[in-house]
Every structure is written in C-alpha cells, then in structure tokens.
C-alpha cells in the first residue's frame, strides 16, 4: 500500500479518503515515467498494476461519499488497470506460447515424418498476434499516462474530492 496511516475515530470514511487516496495515487502514478521509457518492462508494469489494485477499490469503496468527476477519475483507474491487466496477461501467454511452438518443431524434427507433423504455424502466428495486441495495449496505456501527467490527474482527483455525492 501507499504507506501507513493511522485512522482517527473522530474522522468519517470520507475524510480519511481525502487523506489516504493521494498518497495511494502518487505511490501507483510513481511507476509512470518507468513505463513510458521502458514498455517492455514487465516486472515495472507489473508492480504498477498492483500498485493500482488497492487505490481502484480504495476508491470504488469511497465513491459514494464524492460527486461525478470522482466517478470519472474512478472509470480513467479502472480502463488504465483493465489496459494492464490484459497486457499482463500477453507477457504470461507469449513466452509460454513461444517454448510450445520450439518445443513442436523439435518434436517434429525427432520424428521427421511429415504425416504425423504438428502444425506449428498457428501457433507461431498466435505468439505474433499477441505480440502485436500487447503493443497496441500498452501504446494506449502510455497514451493515458501521458495525459495524465499533461492534465495533472492527481489534482483532478483531490479537485475531485471537493465534491460531495449523494447519500
């Protein structure tokens, strides 16, 4: 999480948003510039979505007690981490992809029967496709990250956290 902090009896649910969503932000917005410089790195990506886990239901929690631009500051969190979780999921399935195909060619070449051959070019076509879906994914993540950091999103939220939702 962002860090500790102590929660005061004498302090609503909200007031303790006001103060522990910032600091949740700012710990997942940290991994930002790493991500845009450096797409291919998984590990970075990786931690950055899980950064985001608990600051998306930290604020779906809260979300009743702010107005209409939270919401919307809640749906940006909730497409950026839906855009990571499916690039994550292409980092799981290319590599396993990728050793299934070499490990058909192998077997193929062992038994070096044309009759019997697996098929390994829709396998090698698949590794492609999700290369490429895992380039466009993270094209529009870093293009959400950047108009993040253009519009300043962590003062959209706290602006945001001005507004009072309906009960």
């Not at 690039?87 to 058909?104: N, Q, T």
């Amino acid at each position: 999480m962002a860090g500790k902090f102590k929660l005061k009896l004498d302090r609503s649910f909200r007031e303790h948003a006001v103060q522990i969503l910032p600091a949740m932000l700012g710990k997942f917005l940290s991994f930002r510039d790493e991500i845009s410089s450096r797409g291919h790195d998984t590990d970075g990506l990786h931690r950055m979505r899980i950064a985001g886990k608990p600051l998306r239901y930290m604020m779906e929690a809260s979300q009743p007690a702010f107005g209409t631009e939270f919401a919307a500051c809640l749906r940006e969190i909730e497409e950026a981490l839906s855009l990571m979780g499916a690039i994550h999921e292409c980092d799981v399935s290319i590599p396993v992809l990728a050793d299934f195909h070499e490990e058909m060619k192998i077997l193929n070449a062992r038994v070096n029967d044309p009759k019997t051959d697996l098929q390994a070019k829709p396998v090698s076509n698949l590794v492609r496709l999700q290369k490429r879906k895992r380039s466009i994914l993270l094209r529009d993540l870093k293009r959400a990250l950047e108009r993040w950091k253009r519009e300043d999103f962590p003062a959209r939220l706290g602006k945001s956290m001005e507004q009072t939702g309906s009960r």
